[in-house]
Each structure stands twice: as structure tokens, then as C-alpha cells.
């Protein structure tokens, strides 16, 4: 069987659940929840893995910390023998206003570390990214992605994850063209 993978970026702990650092991982939960599979931990993946076997679908939510996603990444591509073109990597975007999602087709890293790895250990930048808005601060970028979001933040996210989600699931079906054209608007998901 062959399988799609779309992989969530985020730090693994109670401290970095509720940070927009973790905005991958967010969308990769509500993805499971909407094909009604639960995540598991591998130790051979060193990532948290859902299958959804019915769809030919794995997700996955790195172990390895954000920096070194690149590792969990590889293993499982490995693997499952699946080719990039079936590959999903959502993460957090600094660059993009809070809201926004935009697909990403190749290119660079643009400084997110979690991506930078998994372009170095897979050897290629030639993989879909599902990037997620999440604004830029004052602060210093570091504290600003790892500060804990507040009560009405957190509803806005959670609005934003079940979009970007649903947009996850259209390029499952679709594929990047169908999925871009789609989603990579200007409008803005507010509360």
C-alpha cells in the first residue's frame, strides 16, 4: 500500500503544547480527529504517528523537537518508500499575518529550523509545506513562537487549525494546484 504522510511541526511536552510553535501539531490533532484516528507513539520514528489505513494516510507529529524534525521525518519516508510528491509538512510562519494559511511548493526554508532540518536530511527542498500565519511581534522571535497563547488566542487558533486542517485533507484529495488555488487567498480566518 502506498501512503501520503502529512507531518505536523512542533516541540513534544505540556510546556510548548499551547504556543504557536506547535501550530502544526495543532492541525495534524484536528486532522485525526476528523479521520477518526488516534496518534501513537513510535520509538522507531521518534515521532507520534496516526494511520488511517482505510485512506492510505499517515500522520505524524515529530518527538524529536522542532530542530531536529528533520530525523523523524526521514525515518518514516524511508520507511514507507513515500515519495515526496506525497509528502505534507505543516509549520508556523512568522512571515505570514495571523490567519492566513498559504501552501508552499519547494523553495527554501525561510529560517523555520524544523523545516530546515527536514530539507537536509531528506536532500531535497522538492516537498508541499502548509504554512500557518502566525503573525510577528516586537519581542524577540524565539519568545514570541514559544510564549503560551491566551484564552481568547487559543480560540483563534483552534479556528485556524480547522481550517488549515480541512485545506490538509483538499491537498490529500487534490494535490497542490487544486489545493493552492483554493486556499491561498487573501481572506483571513477571524473569530
Same mark, same amino acid.
Given at each position: 500500500?502506498?501512503?501520503? #504522510?502529512?507531518?505536523?511541526?512542533?516541540?513534544?511536552?505540556?510546556?510548548?503544547?499551547?504556543?504557536?510553535?506547535?501550530?502544526?501539531?495543532?492541525?495534524?490533532?484536528?486532522?485525526?480527529?476528523?479521520?477518526?484516528?488516534?496518534?501513537?507513539?513510535?520509538?522507531?520514528?521518534?515521532?507520534?504517528?496516526?494511520?488511517?489505513?482505510?485512506?492510505?494516510?499517515?500522520?505524524?507529529?515529530?518527538?524529536?523537537?522542532?530542530?531536529?524534525?528533520?530525523?523523524?521525518?526521514?525515518?518514516?519516508?524511508?520507511?514507507?518508500?513515500?515519495?515526496?510528491?506525497?509528502? #505534507?509538512?505543516?509549520?508556523?510562519?512568522?512571515?505570514?499575518?495571523?490567519?492566513?494559511?498559504?501552501?508552499?511548493?519547494?523553495?527554501?526554508?525561510?529560517?523555520?529550523?524544523?523545516?530546515?532540518?527536514?530539507?537536509?536530511?531528506?536532500?531535497?527542498?522538492?516537498?508541499?509545506?502548509?504554512?500557518?500565519?502566525?503573525?510577528?511581534?516586537?519581542?524577540?522571535?524565539?519568545?514570541?513562537?514559544?510564549?503560551?497563547?491566551?484564552?481568547?488566542? #487559543?480560540? #483563534?487558533?483552534?479556528?485556524?487549525?480547522?481550517?488549515?486542517?480541512?485545506?490538509?485533507?483538499?491537498?490529500?484529495?487534490?494535490?497542490?494546484?487544486?489545493?493552492?488555488?483554493?486556499?491561498?487567498?487573501?481572506?483571513?480566518?477571524?473569530?
Amino acid at each position: 500500500m502506498s501512503f501520503s #504522510l502529512i507531518v505536523g511541526l512542533g516541540n513534544p511536552g505540556s510546556d510548548y503544547s499551547a504556543t504557536r510553535h506547535n501550530a502544526g501539531f495543532g492541525v495534524v490533532d484536528k486532522i485525526a480527529n476528523r479521520c477518526g484516528c488516534s496518534f501513537a507513539e513510535s520509538r522507531r520514528f521518534k515521532a507520534m504517528v496516526a494511520k488511517d489505513v482505510g485512506n492510505a494516510l499517515l500522520l505524524a507529529k515529530p518527538l524529536t523537537y522542532m530542530n531536529l524534525s528533520g530525523f523523524a521525518v526521514c525515518s518514516i519516508v524511508s520507511y514507507f518508500k513515500i515519495s515526496l510528491d506525497d509528502l #505534507l509538512i505543516i509549520s508556523d510562519d512568522l512571515d505570514l499575518q495571523i490567519g492566513k494559511i498559504r501552501f508552499q511548493n519547494g523553495g527554501a526554508s525561510a529560517g523555520h529550523k524544523g523545516v530546515e532540518s527536514i530539507i537536509a536530511q531528506l536532500g531535497s527542498r522538492e516537498f508541499v509545506r502548509l504554512r500557518i500565519g502566525i503573525g510577528r511581534s516586537e519581542e524577540n522571535a524565539a519568545s514570541y513562537v514559544l510564549k503560551r497563547l491566551k484564552k481568547d488566542e #487559543l480560540e #483563534l487558533f483552534d479556528n485556524i487549525f480547522d481550517k488549515a486542517a480541512e485545506a490538509a485533507l483538499y491537498w490529500y484529495k487534490y494535490r497542490f494546484d487544486k489545493a493552492a488555488n483554493r486556499y491561498n487567498g487573501d481572506a483571513l480566518i477571524t473569530l
